[in-house]
Every structure is written in structure tokens, then in C-alpha cells.
């Protein structure tokens, strides 16, 4: 049992706040508890924030020549190349996932949807994967893993993705970990891949997560098909309230309104799409047909940091550039309940009595925070590189005072650059 006292104020859900003390039970936000006490004086709370994309592997690979400001036609091949280098295995999962999931806690993300792409031939798929889940039960990180396919051979990937749903699925109880499917994309992957992972996904239960609409998935689809990347996932089965679809740059009003009919959930990833020229979600748009959005930041091969809330808030300053504002609080909220609806996660990403107890404990007492007439939206608008005081998931300290409590944070460091052979 936990209890946090002092705050400022402490944000519910978008529409809530409360002040005083937050209770903590049994993993659980509490009406009442007792117990040990985590001070937040001078501090805001919320939920802990959830990524609902990234590509945990990249942090072994970022800042690589050749990968900043190039077309996707140079910058696939010089990632592929550096994977092949180093070698694609368990170990390497292990070392990365947990850098990736490390620097997560330490940005406040309590929870990271994993949309792993890269499966060398012959590889033991099942021991990455539980690599992966192992790295995120040891830092006490929340995982979503997310069998993914790019360019693989269809019924490997789906027999691939069924081996992994069986053999981790006792693991998935208590929330900590959950799986889903999900192809790269139209411009990577064929039908038969999607209509085969959604075959999985059916038979085990698992949500769907696919990426569309950056401007290099439109013209590879026009290309090759001589269609656009939604009328294909429709053709395919996946347009349905069970698939969540990241960037999302390049859409139309029409489609925007047949993903919004279909109950289809959306992940803006604006860290990864500005800087690698796929374009801008109009995300004011996606929100006004009535589409639910979330926030992630994609890998560090296009992205570099695992900073979401740096991400909120550069998706917060671009929004202006493709339609009307979307206020610091909304976004805000995308990386929190907007991403827990897409992963169909109603537990995640509020502090409602009952909900999960993934807190985050912002210190807003400093100079970066004077003068703010609105402390929660200056969460965004205030402090670019603002990290968390305290974070906690499922009612556990992960990190205190700033520092990362369940393991040690340079020694995560050594092994992955032992492992890849650089800093």
C-alpha cells in the first residue's frame, strides 16, 4: 500500500483533477489506504504515460549514419544492414529492451507497446520475445509485444506469432504484459500476411496494430497497387474496432471518416515522422470524426529518445500546421487514456478509484515552472526535457527522486554497448 500526499493537484482522467493524497492498494488506485508514503509536494500527478508505438530493438541503433534526413528507399537498407552486423538474437532483445524500457520509466512511460519488426531467418522467435517480456518484468515495465512482420515469409510469421501467443500467454494475468499482431505496413507486407496475423489474433484473442498513411506508404501503395493503404487494410479486414493504425500522415476526409465508422484507433508519432519527412497526423481532424488517438514515439532509428512527453509536446506545437490547435491538456491525454483505448486497456491511463495504480509525480515547484497560470498544461509547454520525480506501476516505486529503483541504470548501458560494440 502506497500513499502519495501533498500534490498540487492530481489529474484523474482529461476531465477530473483533485488535490490532496492519491491512495494506492493492491496495484490498484484506492478510495483509502495506509501504508508508505511518497511525498509530492509542490508537484503534479497523473497517469502514467503509455507509448503506444515505438520499436524497443532501435535503441541499439540510433543516430546511425546514413538514417538522419534520407528517402525510406536509403534509410531501410542501412538499418537492415546494421541489424545484420550485430546480429539479431535473444541477447540482443534483452539489451535493448531493457535500455529502451529504462529510459521509459525514466520519462514517466509506465507502459510501451513494442511493435517489433525484425526476425532474422531461422531465428528462435519465441526466445526474443520472451527476452523482451522478461527485460520489462525485471524493471517493473508494463509491455505490450507486438509480433510484427516486414517482408517476412507470411505462414512463418504467423506460425511465429502463434508459437509466441502460446507460449507467453500464461504470462499476460496480471496486465504486465500483453500481446498483440501487427504487420509494417501495406508498403512492407502482402494480403496474405494480414489475413494470416489476423487469423492469430482471432484464435488467441489479440488486438491488431499496423502503421499507414506516412506519405512514402501512400506512394509504395499507389506504386505497387495502384491504391491507397486504406482501401487495401479495408480490402484485407483490417479496417474494425480492433486494429489501431500508427501515423496516419497522409489521409483524406473521407477516410478519415470510414476509419471513424469502422471504430478504427489511431497513434500519432510526430518525433519520428517530422524529422524523417513522412508528414504530419492531422490529428485535430482524426479527433473531430470522433477517432480515439494515442501517442507513441516510434524507435531510435527514426526518432533517437524515448521521450514521450517531449512528444506531446512537439505534437502539441506542429498540430497548427495542419489544422486548428489541440490544447496542451488533449494531448495530454493522448498519452495517456487515448493510447490505453487503442491497446483496449480502460484500466490504464487514469487514476479513477479501481483503475491501475501507473502514477507519475512531476515536480512543477521550479524556475522552469514559475509563472505558469496553468500548471497541468505547462507540463507541456514548460521544461522541454521535464522527466518525473516518482513513478510507480501497479503500485510499485520504479522510480524515486529520479533515479531508476530496480535496476541499475549504467550497468543496463554497459551491456548493450558491449553487446553492439560502441557507446
Aim: aromatic share 4%.
Amino acid at each position: 500500500m502506497l500513499t502519495i500526499t501533498g500534490a498540487t493537484a492530481i489529474v484523474v482522467d482529461e476531465h477530473t483533477e483533485t488535490a490532496g493524497d492519491l491512495h494506492l492498494a493492491d496495484g490498484l488506485v484506492a478510495g483509502a489506504a495506509s501504508g508508505d508514503i511518497l511525498d509530492a509536494t509542490g508537484c503534479i500527478v497523473t497517469p502514467g504515460l503509455i507509448n503506444a508505438h515505438h520499436h524497443l530493438l532501435q535503441t541499439a541503433f540510433r543516430t546511425l549514419p546514413g538514417t538522419r534526413g534520407v528517402p525510406m528507399a536509403q534509410w531501410l537498407p542501412t538499418m537492415a544492414a546494421a541489424y545484420t552486423e550485430v546480429g539479431v538474437d535473444a541477447e540482443l532483445a534483452s539489451v535493448a529492451a531493457s535500455v529502451g524500457l529504462a529510459e521509459a520509466l525514466l520519462c514517466g512511460v509506465t507502459t510501451v507497446a513494442d511493435h517489433h519488426l525484425t526476425w532474422p531467418s531461422g531465428a528462435d522467435t519465441v526466445a526474443i520475445a520472451t527476452a523482451t517480456a522478461d527485460a520489462a518484468r525485471a524493471l517493473g515495465a508494463r509491455l505490450v509485444f507486438v509480433r510484427g512482420s516486414a517482408r517476412d515469409d507470411p505462414q512463418e510469421a504467423a506460425a511465429s506469432a502463434d508459437a509466441i501467443a502460446t507460449a507467453l500467454a500464461p504470462r499476460t494475468a496480471d496486465g504486465m504484459l500483453q500481446l498483440a499482431v501487427g504487420p509494417a505496413g501495406v508498403h512492407s507486407d502482402s494480403r496474405e500476411t494480414f489475413e494470416l496475423l489476423a487469423e492469430v489474433a482471432t484464435q488467441h484473442g489479440l488486438r491488431r496494430r499496423t502503421q499507414a498513411n506516412e506519405q512514402v506508404d501512400v506512394a509504395i501503395a499507389l506504386e505497387q497497387y495502384g491504391r491507397r493503404p486504406i482501401d487495401l487494410l479495408d480490402e484485407w479486414g483490417w479496417i474494425a474496432d480492433d486494429v489501431t493504425l500508427a501515423h496516419l500522415c497522409d489521409v483524406s476526409t473521407e477516410e478519415i471518416g470510414r476509419l471513424a465508422a469502422a471504430g478504427v484507433t489511431a497513434t500519432h508519432a510526430p518525433g519520428c515522422d517530422l524529422p524523417m519527412g513522412w508528414g504530419i497526423a492531422p490529428v485535430a481532424a482524426l479527433k473531430a470524426a470522433g477517432i480515439t488517438v494515442g501517442l507513441g514515439t516510434s524507435g531510435g532509428g527514426s526518432n533517437d529518445a524515448g521521450h514521450l512527453l517531449a512528444d506531446a509536446r512537439l505534437a502539441m506545437q506542429v498540430a497548427p500546421l495542419v489544422g486548428p490547435p489541440v490544447p496542451a491538456r488533449e494531448v495530454l491525454a493522448m498519452a495517456m487514456a487515448g493510447s490505453a483505448a487503442g491497446l483496449g486497456r480502460p484500466e490504464l491511463g487514469n487514476l479513477r478509484v479501481g483503475s491501475a495504480a501507473d502514477v507519475c509525480v512531476w515536480d512543477v515547484s521550479g524556475a522552469a515552472d514559475a509563472g505558469v497560470a496553468d500548471p497541468v498544461a505547462g507540463l507541456l509547454w514548460a521544461a522541454p526535457g521535464r522527466r518525473p520525480r516518482h513513478v510507480v506501476v501497479a503500485g510499485q516505486v520504479v522510480v524515486r527522486d529520479y533515479e531508476l529503483v530496480t535496476a541499475d541504470e549504467r550497468g543496463l548501458v554497459a551491456s548493450l554497448a558491449r553487446r553492439v560494440g560502441r557507446r
